[in-house]
């Protein structure tokens, strides 16, 4: 069998095959800055990661498809997607993109330009229910866009999550996947892409359920993915649920070919920026530590250790049978990132400490593990806890890219 994604050192370009249902292949390229470079799938998203321009389409004249981001956040879902378009020769154009939180609506209209972003209340635009007749806030919204192939988005998730405690699966918000569906029904895409944590599945109201009830009645064809990022060259444990509706019905829909025989390591992704020593702004540049958690991180590095002894740790954690070994703990150099959070920036909410330097990762570091280019722009005078929150709740866009790319090959 062959492989679907393949790899070629061609002059001074990394060139990535992709093998199309039809039997055919399309390529595309991007430039390679080391000297020495293996044709390899791990090579190639390194040198893809650190880019600092934008890969630009290689086909003259490419089928176009327009794209809406709801619940956008700064727009790594996107990213992941258009990349999958320009591998296949395909220009995806977002065109509409929604989200409550400014700092996210600014980054996302600074790296998609071509997109209307919103930044607001998604029920200023979606205000109807399912079967119903388009309200007036929808016609005016469906007046104002152009056809919509693609749909995307992944609606808040601290309802879903395992580390919500207090309304784990019966949260208000969980509903908000109803939006989604309600614009698939009237926007009608031919292509769609639901993500949230893997707990959506276990919702106490089944919202997941209800939702795909409803896209079969719109006559979508379903699959549903429980993917690991790690697996897909992400230098993440991070595990995501994500739901696949396609208009047409696949002749074969299978990730298996995608998955890595052995997964990156945070030092594969961020190795290179060990050195923050020149830079002053957010983006690349630690957190400070409350003197107490620097001590602890000071302990680690002293001893030369990745978990902090159960003495050394708040009381409450002090117990032989404490579950969070992980916290005031640092990454294994060796091993992929444990689940990057919006508190990247302290050991005293996970594994963050850097495993070679006395410090937390930095939000370039982050983003990097969570899949995030070099060539994304980062308004360098957000605000550090606001910069930590758009790459923690980030979708790595490796993962919707191989969605993208297997249903669209």
């Known amino acids: 069998m062959q492989k679907i994604e393949q790899y070629i050192i061609r002059d001074k370009s990394f060139v990535k095959r992709i093998l199309k249902r039809d039997g055919s292949f399309v390529e595309s390229s991007i430039p390679i800055a080391r000297e020495r470079v293996e044709a390899s799938p791990s090579e190639f998203d390194i040198e893809w990661l650190k880019l600092r321009n934008r890969p630009t389409l290689s086909v003259v004249t490419p089928t176009k498809l327009n794209l809406v981001d709801l619940f956008c956040g700064m727009g790594p879902m996107t990213l992941g997607v258009v990349e999958a378009g320009r591998c296949l020769g395909i220009d995806i154009t977002p065109v509409f993109a929604v989200d409550f939180d400014s700092d996210a609506a600014n980054h996302y209209r600074l790296n998609f330009p071509t997109a209307r972003v919103e930044n607001a209340d998604l029920f200023d635009f979606i205000d109807g ?128 070919q995608y998955v890595r025989s052995t997964p990156t390591s945070c030092m594969w992704a961020f190795g290179d920026l060990l050195d923050h020593s020149g830079s002053k702004d957010n983006f690349d540049t630690p957190a400070t530590l409350y003197p107490v958690n620097q001590k602890r991180l000071d302990y680690l590095f002293e001893h030369g250790l990745y978990e902090l002894p159960n003495n050394l740790r708040p009381k409450c954690q002090q117990s032989e049978s404490n579950r969070y070994t992980s916290v005031y703990s640092r990454m294994y150099p060796d091993k992929p990132a444990p689940t990057i959070t919006s508190g990247f920036g302290s050991i005293g909410q996970g594994r963050f400490g850097h495993p070679l330097v006395n410090r937390t990762i930095t939000p370039h570091e982050a983003a990097r593990i969570q899949f995030i280019p070099d060539f994304f722009n980062f308004i360098r005078d957000t605000k550090r806890f606001s910069m930590q929150k758009m790459i923690g709740n980030a979708v790595p866009p490796k993962l919707t890219y191989v969605l993208a790319l297997e249903i669209l090959r």
């Open 129 to 256: 229910n399912f079967g119903d007749d388009a309200t007036e806030k929808e016609k005016n919204l469906l007046k104002s866009l152009p056809q919509v192939d693609f749909l995307i988005g992944g609606p808040p998730c601290q309802g879903f999550s395992d580390l919500n405690n207090h309304t784990r699966r019966d949260d208000p918000r969980n509903t908000l996947i109803f939006r989604m569906v309600r614009f698939a029904e009237l926007a009608q895409p031919d292509y769609i892409i639901i993500e949230n944590v893997q707990g959506i599945r276990h919702d106490k109201k089944n919202a997941l359920g209800v939702a795909k009830e409803n896209l079969r009645k719109l006559g979508y064809h379903l699959h549903d993915n429980l993917l690991m990022a790690s697996d897909f060259g992400v230098a993440q444990n991070r595990r995501r649920f994500l739901l696949v509706a396609t208009k047409r019905d696949l002749p074969s829909y299978d990730l298996s």
